[in-house]
């Protein structure tokens, strides 16, 4: 087609035009959606309107909220430990907010070398990114409040070279919206590895801090023995341990926890927590459990013990394997490193196996006992050492016919469920006293042997009976809210520290009674 000159020019012309004015469109448009945050032209100019928002409400956050002195983040190792020729620990993070108001979208970044390996962690997703450990938060831990703190994020990492595990955490980032609260790492004295000297220095500290009003309990009895029937404090008065019994660590590990401890110690009047580690069963030590991961926990509970100075059992929870002798190999490690690392402390007290039972006899039960003594005597000259007996604990009798020689401060457990249990066990019990046998209740209820069922207070009581009038220890089970009659807590209660009377089971409330009496 053929087109005039004159055609042509009024196209050009008029394309011109619509290109200035959709330019000046633009630029008008741009313009004042800075200025009205309502007017909105294209879908591009509303993306860099929302986007200008963000950026000055992030300035102000930032600005209103903290300082880089108002927020910090520290880490600490409180366990160490070697296993295969790796070295394996637990970081502890902790992120403080002084300030006014609360911060969110934390993260936190570990300095750990190429070779550290993440094993485990909890409260807090964890990732390895290069040379870092990077910390963001789970769901319910997104803020930290305002004049509050974030603690019990932990992590279990491990390394092939000692040299590798010492330089995690030489330095720590705490990150607020991508903005770097700190610089430097109060924590790089707490991260060197501590002996077991210091760490037990540092436990005395924390214990001496913690109390409420006088003497923990560790304070004033310290180390205890056994003689004759009795335990005897470090002044050789009688003493009897009172306490709780967690449930399986591996189930029910948000218990341990010193807050719950305490809410024990203070306004129970208890001073004994039995740890509970089930070795067979689901999650179990010597089965599917994570070993390092339920050890930590376990480590765990005897910090927060020692902190409050309250005495705490390590309980090797054999129940389904019925014969001790299944895992003999793995109790032999297992105590090997609980006894080097507790040597020094008074208040930690070894359960050697829980309860055997099925065909067990008291000679397999001896045999393996004469087994694991001597490797925690090795380094652990005369904590107590609890030794569990055939039938569920039952026959002490048994045992008190041919009890363990050439040791000091061996005990041996009965177990009892007050509905199920009832005269012919405390016949036992009184046989084997008269014998000279020292026996301890690690564990009982006052329902059935199921751990449910009704609760009987009548058996209960004579029970209790027994016990006071023996000066007998105990622990009672267990500390959860599992929705069965032996749980000392409610199941409608989610609390795991600090609870009212509202928040016990009808066997919380009866055995706070028993305790405070
Ligand atoms: C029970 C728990 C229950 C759990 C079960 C696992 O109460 O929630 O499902 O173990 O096998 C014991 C044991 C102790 C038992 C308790 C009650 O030492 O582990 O706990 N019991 O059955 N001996 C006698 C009773």
Same mark, same amino acid.
């Given at each position: 087609?053929?087109?005039?000159?004159?055609?042509?020019?009024?196209? $050009?012309?008029?394309?011109?035009?619509?290109?200035?004015?959709?330019?000046?469109?633009?630029?008008?448009?741009? +313009?004042?959606?800075?200025?009205?945050?309502?007017?909105?032209?294209?879908?591009?100019?509303?993306?860099?309107?929302?986007?200008?928002?963000?950026?000055?409400?992030?300035?102000?956050?930032?600005?209103?909220?903290?300082? %880089?002195?108002?927020?910090?983040?520290?880490?600490?190792?409180?366990?160490? !430990?070697?296993?295969?020729?790796? =070295?394996?620990?637990?970081?502890?993070?902790?992120?403080?907010?002084?300030?006014?108001?609360?911060?969110?979208? !934390? +993260?936190?970044?570990?300095?750990?070398?190429?070779?550290?390996?993440?094993?485990?962690?909890?409260?807090?997703?964890? +990732?390895?990114?290069?040379?870092?450990?990077?910390?963001?938060?789970?769901?319910?831990?997104?803020?930290?409040?305002?004049?509050?703190?974030?603690?019990?994020?932990?992590?279990?990492?491990?390394?092939?070279?000692?040299?590798?595990?010492?330089?995690?955490?030489?330095?720590?980032?705490?990150?607020?919206?991508?903005?770097?609260?700190?610089?430097?790492?109060?924590?790089?004295?707490?991260?060197?590895?501590?002996? &077991?000297?210091?760490?037990?220095?540092?436990?005395?500290?924390?214990?001496?801090?913690?109390?409420?009003?006088?003497?923990?309990?560790?304070?004033?009895?310290?180390?205890?023995?056994?003689?004759?029937?009795?335990?005897?404090?470090? #002044?050789?008065?009688?003493?009897?341990? +009172?306490?709780?019994?967690?449930?399986?660590?591996?189930?029910?590990?948000?218990?341990?926890?010193?807050?719950?401890?305490?809410?024990?110690?203070?306004?129970?009047?208890?001073?004994?927590?039995?740890?509970?580690? =089930?070795? *067979?069963?689901?999650?179990?030590?010597?089965?599917?459990? #994570?070993?390092?991961? @339920?050890?930590?926990?376990?480590? %765990?509970?005897?910090?927060?013990? &020692?902190?409050?100075?309250?005495?705490?059992?390590?309980?090797? *929870?054999?129940?389904?394997?019925?014969?001790?002798?299944?895992?003999?190999?793995?109790?032999?490690?297992?105590?090997?490193?609980?006894?080097?690392?507790?040597?020094?402390?008074?208040?930690?007290?070894?359960?050697?196996?829980?309860?055997?039972?099925?065909?067990?006899? !008291?000679?397999?039960?001896?045999?393996?006992?004469?087994?694991?003594?001597?490797? $925690?005597?090795?380094?652990?000259?005369?904590? @107590?050492?609890?030794?569990?007996?055939?039938?569920?604990?039952?026959?002490?009798?048994?045992?008190?016919?041919?009890?363990?020689?050439?040791?000091?401060?061996?005990?041996?457990?009965?177990?009892?469920?007050?509905?199920? *249990?009832?005269?012919?066990?405390?016949?036992?019990?009184?046989?084997?006293?008269?014998?000279?046998?020292?026996?301890?209740?690690?564990?009982?209820?006052?329902?059935?042997?199921?751990?449910?069922?009704? $609760?009987?207070?009548?058996?209960?009581?004579?029970?209790?009976?027994?016990?006071?009038?023996?000066?007998?220890?105990?622990?009672?089970? #267990?500390?959860?809210?599992?929705?069965?009659?032996?749980?000392?807590?409610?199941?409608?209660?989610?609390?795991?520290?600090?609870?009212?009377?509202?928040?016990?089971?009808?066997?919380? @409330? !009866?055995?706070?009674?028993?305790?405070? #009496?």
């Amino acid at each position: 087609m053929k087109m005039n000159n004159k055609k042509a020019i009024i196209i $050009i012309a008029a394309l011109a035009a619509v290109i200035v004015g959709l330019t000046v469109f633009v630029f008008v448009g741009g +313009k004042k959606n800075k200025k009205d945050n309502n007017e909105t032209t294209t879908s591009t100019e509303t993306t860099v309107q929302n986007t200008e928002n963000e950026a000055t409400t992030q300035e102000e956050k930032t600005d209103d909220t903290a300082t %880089n002195k108002d927020c910090s983040v520290s880490i600490s190792k409180p366990n160490t !430990w070697e296993s295969n020729g790796k =070295y394996f620990g637990q970081v502890d993070v902790t992120i403080t907010n002084k300030s006014s108001s609360e911060i969110k979208n !934390w +993260k936190v970044v570990i300095d750990a070398p190429n070779g550290v390996e993440i094993d485990s962690n909890w409260n807090g997703e964890v +990732k390895k990114d290069g040379n870092d450990i990077v910390v963001t938060a789970v769901e319910y831990n997104q803020s930290v409040p305002a004049n509050g703190n974030i603690k019990d994020i932990g992590v279990i990492v491990s390394a092939n070279s000692k040299e590798d595990f010492d330089s995690i955490g030489k330095a720590v980032k705490l990150l607020v919206d991508g903005k770097e609260y700190t610089d430097n790492n109060d924590a790089k004295e707490e991260t060197t590895e501590e002996t &077991t000297e210091e760490t037990t220095e540092k436990a005395k500290e924390d214990n001496k801090s913690d109390k409420t009003d006088g003497k923990t309990p560790v304070e004033i009895h310290g180390k205890l023995s056994v003689k004759g029937t009795d335990i005897v404090d470090e #002044n050789g008065d009688k003493f009897q341990l +009172k306490g709780i019994s967690t449930h399986g660590l591996a189930w029910f590990p948000d218990y341990v926890n010193k807050d719950a401890f305490s809410t024990f110690r203070d306004d129970w009047d208890a001073n004994l927590i039995r740890l509970a580690m =089930y070795t *067979h069963e689901n999650n179990g030590y010597c089965t599917d459990g #994570n070993k390092s991961s @339920i050890k930590s926990i376990v480590n %765990n509970g005897v910090d927060y013990a &020692t902190q409050l100075g309250m005495y705490v059992i390590i309980d090797w *929870h054999v129940l389904r394997e019925e014969n001790p002798n299944v895992y003999k190999d793995e109790a032999k490690l297992f105590f090997e490193e609980m006894s080097a690392k507790y040597k020094d402390y008074d208040n930690v007290i070894y359960e050697i196996c829980n309860e055997p039972n099925g065909s067990t006899s !008291w000679s397999d039960v001896k045999a393996y006992a004469e087994e694991i003594i001597p490797v $925690i005597r090795k380094n652990d000259k005369d904590a @107590i050492i609890i030794v569990g007996t055939p039938n569920w604990s039952q026959d002490v009798d048994i045992a008190a016919d041919n009890p363990i020689t050439g040791y000091d401060n061996i005990m041996y457990a009965v177990h009892f469920y007050a509905a199920t *249990h009832t005269e012919n066990i405390r016949n036992k019990v009184t046989t084997a006293l008269d014998k000279g046998l020292p026996v301890f209740v690690s564990e009982f209820s006052i329902c059935d042997a199921s751990g449910n069922g009704a $609760i009987d207070y009548n058996q209960a009581d004579k029970w209790f009976e027994l016990i006071n009038k023996n000066n007998m220890s105990y622990a009672a089970w #267990n500390l959860s809210n599992k929705d069965e009659t032996s749980s000392l807590i409610k199941s409608s209660c989610t609390k795991t520290s600090g609870w009212t009377d509202d928040d016990l089971s009808e066997t919380g @409330i !009866w055995l706070k009674k028993q305790i405070q #009496n």
